[in-house]
Every structure is written in structure tokens, then in C-alpha cells.
């Protein structure tokens, strides 16, 4: 079946200008997450959606960060007022939920984004 | 503090031997999940294996096990009869179930390369 999409899968902007990122997660998965991942490190959590629940924006790193999620469908992380720092790779997940205690994240693709 | 610490930039191994990734973690949530995930040059996070804070016996898929040793707080993944395929960044990650976090803490990575 199909996996969790994500698009663009590379983005190039110049510092200041908005960026929109899209995850659509595997058909029937309630919890979405959103990662950030710089150059060789580790993933860094974002944000969390779990069915119509207030989402988890504990890991959002700054207001120009936001996310949001219609029902069980497709994410946007938009970034407003990029900046260089901003340049990583974006990893949305879904899973079954977190109601289980073992559970796995479905991964997609990644999208690249460079700010310069 | 971090939560997970991997302290293997990079390892290599021989193809067709075993080798051992380190990971230690930190937590003081009784009831936590650790995961493996693989990730090749392509991208994408692969799933590798699951061990539950509870299970009492080493989780096992596969070529791929993992060393669970609580007090110690240790859960290094071994993998046998190593591929040429095998080489990628691997990371170690927590889940913490009675915090109510809803994110998997990464560590920072290892990068693995098998030698033919």
C-alpha cells in the first residue's frame, strides 16, 4: 500500500520568503508527527497531531513555525520569514496512534529545504 | 541532559560479520519504548526493531537484535551476517508513555559501512 508522501522533496528559497511543506500520511493513521533533521544530526521533534485533539506544539522551535491538520488527512508545516537556520530536512511520520504502548512511525521521504 | 546517547560516529564491519551499535538512554518514566531505525543514503527512516521498558526477554527481528540491559540503561543493536546493504546511519530513539510526550527523542546517529 502506499507509504506516507511528502512534497515538494526539495525546496530552495531565499532568506524571508514563506515556505509550505506537505505530508500525506498512510490512509487510516490518526497520529501525525512532524521532524526536523539538520545536516548530520539526529531528528528533532516538531509537532504532534493526534484525531481532532489540540496538537502538540511543544517542539516547534520558534513562532514562525505552525502546522496544521484537517481530520485525518494531509499535514502543511508552513515556516514563515525563513531563515538560514531553517535550512533542514522536514520528516512528517504517522502511526496507527499512541494509544498502544509498542507502536511504530511511518517515515516519508523527507522534504529538503534550503534557505539562502 | 539528553535522552539518548549514541557515542559511534561510525563503525565498519567486515560483510558477513556481526557488529554491535551502542546506545544508552535517560529517563526517569517507568514505561518507555526504545526503537532502532536505519536510514540510507536515499532518506527515508526505516523501523529496525522495538524492546518495551517491560519486556523480559531481547527483542528480535531477524538479522537484527537488540541488547536490552535495563540497569544499566543500555539497548545496542546487534546485526548479524552484515550486508553490503547494510551500510547507512543508524539511530537509536525513546518514547516515554507515562510522561505523556508524544514524540520519539533521536540520538545523534551512527553511520555504519560494511566492507566487502
Known amino acids: 500500500g502506499a507509504g506516507v508522501s511528502q512534497s515538494p522533496s526539495n525546496k530552495v528559497t531565499e532568506k524571508g520568503k514563506d515556505v509550505e511543506l506537505r505530508c500525506d500520511p498512510i490512509?487510516?493513521?490518526?497520529?501525525l508527527y512532524w521532524y526536523r533533521q539538520r545536516l548530520g544530526q539526529g531528528l528533532e521533534f516538531l509537532i504532534y497531531f493526534q484525531d481532532n485533539s489540540a496538537p502538540d506544539k511543544s517542539g516547534l522551535p520558534s513562532d514562525r513555525f505552525s502546522a496544521e491538520r484537517t481530520g485525518e488527512s494531509v499535514s502543511t508545516l508552513t515556516i514563515q520569514r525563513t531563515q538560514q537556520e531553517d535550512s533542514a530536512v522536514y520528516l512528517c511520520?504517522?502511526?496507527?496512534?499512541?494509544?498502544?504502548?509498542?507502536?511504530?512511525?511511518?517515515f516519508g521521504p523527507g522534504t529538503r529545504l534550503t534557505v539562502t | 541532559a539528553q535522552k539518548i546517547t549514541q557515542t559511534q560516529p561510525g563503525m565498519f564491519v567486515q560483510e558477513k560479520e556481526a557488529v554491535t551499535l551502542d546506545c544508552t538512554y535517560d529517563?526517569?518514566?517507568?514505561?518507555?519504548?526504545l526503537f532502532w531505525y536505519k536510514q540510507p543514503s536515499s532518506g527515508e527512516m526505516i523501523f529496525l526493531i522495538y524492546?518495551?521498558?517491560?519486556?523480559?526477554q531481547n527483542a528480535t527481528e531477524g538479522r537484527y537484535s537488540l541488547n536490552f540491559q535495563k540497569a544499566r540503561k543500555s539497548a545496542n543493536l546487534v546485526i548479524s551476517a552484515s550486508q553490503l546493504g547494510d551500510s547507512a546511519m543508524y539511530f537509536c530513539a525513546m518514547r516515554e508513555f507515562q510522561t505523556g510526550a508524544n514524540n520519539l527523542f533521536f540520538g545523534t546517529g551512527t553511520r555504519l559501512t560494511v566492507i566487502p
Open positions: 490512509s487510516g493513521h490518526t497520529a
Open positions: 524492546q518495551g521498558s517491560y519486556d523480559q
Open positions: 529517563t526517569s518514566d517507568p514505561s518507555y519504548g
Open positions: 511520520a504517522s502511526s496507527q496512534g499512541s494509544g498502544t504502548v509498542s507502536y511504530e512511525q511511518y
